[in-house]
């Protein structure tokens, strides 16, 4: 079919507009494991640099700051509980500990950092639901089937831990990807807007619910031309 899910890339040409998948229960899913020789690991300190060149390999940001001002943010200072402490050992960050048990690095045969996903606590809906964040696979990698074994390990990890219900954002740019995302059985979410939604449609569209159809209705048509 073509690329593979690590290829799929960013595709421009389409004017951007954020959407929700959702899945309500995590443990039914495709399984996909490593490839021979590739291993799985929690973070450990000294992984937040290794995590923000990452990002910016594969263009997820435009900067190494910004990447690392991210994850400081949503990780290190778990944004989505509220907390906002000053700390200059990442291991008395207030995100620490649950990084430890829910960011997954990939380790290639050679050691180098070939891949990373997190099951993060989300607050997109204005209260904490479980949601598969900033997944990644470095372009040397790429085609292995690094990333749906990534995606596949979260959700068993969402399950391990209790929970069903889990989501994840992507855009129109990343249409291919919310194809793949639909074969582990995410599915457009069509409610309201959720109450924290930080993303800005660069449509003049009157509404979220606007906005929103108009996205499937791109990434549909993008994914019926690609899977000729």
């Avoid at 073509?2 to 899913?29: C, N, R, T, W, Y």
């Avoid at 993303?199 to 993008?222: R, S």
């Amino acid at each position: 079919m073509g690329k593979s899910f690590e290829q799929i890339g960013i595709d421009h040409s389409l004017p951007f507009i954020a959407v929700i998948m959702e899945k309500a229960d995590a443990g039914i899913h495709p399984v996909f494991r490593l490839p021979e020789g590739f291993s799985f690991s929690f973070f450990q300190p000294g992984d937040e640099e290794r995590w923000a060149r990452l990002q910016l390999s594969v263009e997820h940001v435009d900067t190494l700051q910004q990447a690392e001002d991210i994850f400081r943010q949503e990780f290190l200072l778990d944004c989505a509980a509220g907390d906002s402490s000053v700390f200059t050992d990442v291991t008395q960050a207030p995100g620490y500990e649950k990084l430890r048990r829910r960011m997954l690095f990939v380790t290639a045969p050679d050691g180098q950092l070939a891949g990373t996903g997190a099951l993060w606590t989300g607050d997109t809906f204005g209260s904490p639901r479980q949601r598969l964040h900033w997944i990644a696979v470095a372009p040397e990698y790429q085609s292995l089937g690094l990333a749906k074994a990534i995606v596949s390990r979260l959700l068993d990890l969402c399950a391990e831990l209790g929970h069903s219900y889990v989501y994840l954002t992507t855009q129109t740019w990343s249409y291919r990807a919310a194809g793949i995302y639909a074969r582990f059985g995410f599915s457009p979410y069509m409610g309201e807007k959720p109450v924290n939604w930080p993303f800005v449609c660069a449509l003049p569209l009157p509404d979220f619910d606007a906005e929103n159809h108009k996205a499937w209705e791109l990434i549909g048509q993008k994914l019926a031309a690609y899977r000729k």
